[in-house]
């Protein structure tokens, strides 16, 4: 089974900037689509962003485009979410997932394998 690891979680004020990272267990991460998802208090765990196995094709949600980048390094096994000009809305506990092939969707992945999560506080 796949493990993901994510790091890089923590309080930062409106404006400000976090790098998340999530690590793979394993030889076959570049084979994944991987994805960031986010959940608030009180609400249902959110999409925010995907990017393909070879980090040739990546999407966002709406309202992160410009402010979040994705990205990844297969020879580290580890994916990325870069976030700027943070806002308070952003806060909550953000995933990894990922997905092996054959692919069932595209973006919003299904998620084979899901991270445990790391809290993102953004305050006012």
């Known amino acids: 089974q796949v493990q993901l690891v994510e790091s890089g979680g923590g309080l930062v004020q409106a404006g400000g900037s976090l790098r998340l990272s999530c690590t793979a267990s394993?030889?076959?991460?570049?084979?994944?689509?991987m994805a960031w998802f986010r959940q608030a208090p009180g609400k249902e765990r959110d999409y925010v962003a995907a990017?393909?196995?070879?980090?040739?094709?990546?999407d966002y949600t709406d309202s992160v485009k410009g402010r979040f980048t994705i990205s990844r390094d297969n020879v580290k096994n580890t994916v990325y979410l870069q976030m700027d000009s943070l806002k308070p809305e952003d806060t909550g506990v953000y995933y990894c997932?990922?997905?092996?092939?054959?692919?069932?969707?595209?973006?919003?992945?299904?998620?084979?394998?899901w991270g445990q999560g790391t809290q993102v506080t953004v305050s006012s």
């Open positions: 990017i393909n196995y070879s980090g040739g094709n990546t």
């Open positions: 394993g030889h076959q991460f570049g084979t994944y689509n």
């Open positions: 997932a990922g997905d092996r092939p054959p692919y069932k969707s595209w973006p919003r992945l299904t998620g084979d394998f």
